[in-house]
C-alpha cells in the first residue's frame, strides 16, 4: 500500500484518534511495515529524508508519503531512496519515494 497519507507522526499531538501513529498501528497488526522506516532503521515522526514540502519551501519539509508492504517482503528491499528537493521541486511540492525489491529467489 502506498501513497501521500497526508499524515505524520509529528502531527499526532492533541488527536485521541485518527491519528498517524494509530494508523500505522493498525497497519502492523496486519503484517504491513514501511519500507523507508524500516529500510534508514528510523522512527516515524523522525524521518530525515523529506517526501514533501510545503508551499515548495525548502524550510517547510515534511514525510508524508509511504509505502507499506507486508512483512514477508521487508528482507526483499534492496534500496530504498527519496528524490531530492533540488531535482523535483520545479514539477511536485512532494518527492518521489522508489523501493527497490527483489522477490525472486
Not at 485521541?16 to 529500510?39: D, G, I, P, Q, W
Request: hydrophobic letters at 40%; charged letters at 20%; one cysteine or more.
Amino acid at each position: 500500500m502506498c501513497g501521500d497519507f497526508n499524515s505524520n507522526a509529528i502531527f499526532d499531538h492533541g488527536r485521541k484518534a485518527r491519528h498517524n501513529t494509530a494508523v500505522v498501528a493498525m497497519l502492523k497488526e496486519r503484517n504491513l511495515s514501511s519500507a523507508y522506516h524500516t529500510f534508514f532503521s528510523e522512527q516515524h515522526g523522525e524521518e530525515t529524508r523529506p517526501t514533501y514540502y510545503f508551499w515548495h519551501r525548502r524550510a517547510r519539509p515534511f514525510h508524508l508519503d509511504y509505502v507499506f508492504l507486508p512483512d514477508k517482503w521487508i528482507p526483499a528491499v534492496k534500496n530504498v531512496a527519496v528524490g531530492t528537493y533540488e531535482e523535483w521541486r520545479p514539477v511536485s511540492v512532494h518527492m518521489p519515494l522508489v523501493v527497490d525489491l527483489s522477490l525472486l529467489a
